[in-house]
């Protein structure tokens, strides 16, 4: 069974950073491109950034590019988010899959900023 378990979300002031962590299982996590989406309340599904099969290789939106980083640990199967100089703007949930939203989605988690 395929699982995509993200975390690491939260309340966080402007400016603050959080690292959202996702955690697969269930297939060949390695060979597989990754991204982030986020939904915001009343809002599309907007993707974040993503990141190569082999790590080596990122794109990132506009809308987070130079505060966002997005890194992957194929050892472990996890795929992360470090997200820093949050805005009230990025107040989502987060979500990962592969680029191709292969399999089911997650639950998400929330991430909040505001002060």
């Known amino acids: 069974e395929v699982q995509l378990v993200e975390s690491g979300g939260g309340l966080v002031q402007p400016g603050g950073s959080l690292r959202l962590s996702c955690a697969a299982s269930g297939f060949t996590f390695g060979n597989y491109d990754m991204s982030w989406v986020r939904q915001a309340p009343g809002k599309g599904p907007e993707w974040v950034p993503q990141?190569?099969?082999?790590?080596?290789?990122?794109n990132y939106a506009n809308s987070v590019k130079g505060r966002f980083t997005i890194s992957r640990d194929n050892a472990k199967n996890t795929v992360y988010l470090q997200m820093n100089n949050l805005k009230p703007e990025d107040t989502a949930v987060y979500y990962c899959?592969?680029?191709?939203?292969?399999?089911?989605w997650g639950q998400g988690t929330q991430v909040t900023v505001s002060s």
């Open positions: 990141i190569n099969f082999g790590g080596r290789s990122t």
């Open positions: 899959n592969t680029n191709t939203a292969s399999f089911d």
